[in-house]
C-alpha cells in the first residue's frame, strides 16, 4: 500500500475485554513506532520496532500491554484486561531508520480505542 | 514522557498573518521535525532539521534550530484557513524513538 494502514479505524470494547490493534506499515521501513494521543495531547511513546525486536518498549504503560511484529513488517499492538483509562487513539508510524540516523516518520490515521 | 514543549498552546490569527510557533526541549538530540495533525488523527511530517543545521525552508514554512538554547522556531508565512490545525514538534537522539511535544493549536481565520 501507498501509506500506514491501521485497523479497525474505529473499536469500541467493555471494560476488561482483550482488544488487538494492527499496524501495516510502508513496505522495506525497518522502524515502527506506536503511539497513544489522549484529547488535546501530544502523542505519547509507547514502543518501537527495528526490524522483528523490540527496540525500545519502555513507554508501555504496564504489562496489559504487549506489541509484536513477528515477521519485521505488520504490527500488533495488545491490550488485556481493558480499563476506560486505555480510551485514546492509538498511532502507528514507520520510518526507513530510526535512532541516530532518524528520518521522517510516516504515520497511519489511527484506531480510535473506547473502553464502555 | 515528553521532551518537547511547544509554545503558545493555541494560536489565533487572520489570515495572510505570519503564524510562529516555538519548541523548547531538554536534551541533546540528533534531528527535530515538525509535523501537523488535522482532526486528531495522523500526522503529516512537515520537516526535519538536523542538529548541525540553523535554518530550513519548505515553501511557506521556515525553521530555525539553536542548539544551544535548545529550542526551534517554525514560521508559516501567509496563513491560510487551510493551515487550521496542531503542529507538534520531534526530536530523536541516540537511538531513542521520536518524543513529541503536547502541540501548538492554530486557528487560521478567514
Known amino acids: 500500500g501507498a501509506g500506514v494502514s491501521q485497523t479497525p479505524s474505529n473499536k469500541v470494547t467493555e471494560k476488561g475485554k482483550y482488544v488487538e490493534l494492527r499496524c501495516d506499515p510502508i513496505?522495506?521501513?525497518?522502524?515502527l513506532y506506536w503511539y497513544r494521543q489522549s484529547l488535546g495531547q501530544g502523542p505519547e511513546f509507547l514502543i518501537y520496532?527495528?526490524?522483528?525486536?523490540?527496540?525500545?518498549d519502555s513507554g508501555l504503560p504496564n504489562d496489559r500491554f504487549f506489541a509484536v511484529r513477528p515477521e519485521g513488517s505488520v504490527s500488533t499492538l495488545k491490550i488485556q484486561r481493558t480499563e476506560r483509562g486505555d480510551s485514546a487513539v492509538y498511532l502507528c508510524?514507520?520510518?526507513?531508520?530510526?535512532?541516530?540516523?532518524?528520518?521522517?516518520?510516516?504515520f497511519g490515521q489511527g484506531t480510535r480505542l473506547t473502553v464502555v | 514522557s515528553q521532551q518537547g514543549e511547544e509554545d503558545p498552546q493555541a494560536l489565533s490569527i487572520q489570515e495572510g498573518e505570519n503564524a510562529t510557533m516555538n519548541c523548547s526541549y531538554k536534551?541533546?538530540?540528533?534531528?527535530l521535525q515538525w509535523y501537523r495533525q488535522n482532526s486528531g488523527r495522523g500526522l503529516v511530517h512537515l520537516i526535519l532539521?538536523?542538529?548541525?543545521?540553523r535554518e530550513k525552508h519548505s515553501g511557506r514554512l521556515r525553521v530555525t534550530l539553536d542548539t544551544s538554547k535548545k529550542s526551534s522556531s517554525l514560521l508559516i508565512t501567509a496563513s491560510r484557513a487551510a493551515d487550521t490545525a496542531s503542529y507538534f514538534c520531534?526530536?530523536?537522539?541516540?537511538?531513542?524513538?521520536?518524543?513529541f511535544g503536547k502541540g501548538t493549536r492554530l486557528s487560521v481565520i478567514a
Open positions: 508510524a514507520s520510518s526507513l531508520v530510526a535512532g541516530t540516523g532518524a528520518s521522517e516518520a510516516f
Open positions: 513496505s522495506g521501513h525497518t522502524a
Open positions: 520496532f527495528q526490524g522483528t525486536g523490540a527496540a525500545d
Open positions: 536534551t541533546s538530540i540528533n534531528n
Open positions: 532539521i538536523r542538529s548541525n543545521e
Open positions: 520531534a526530536t530523536s537522539s541516540g537511538n531513542t524513538p521520536l518524543v
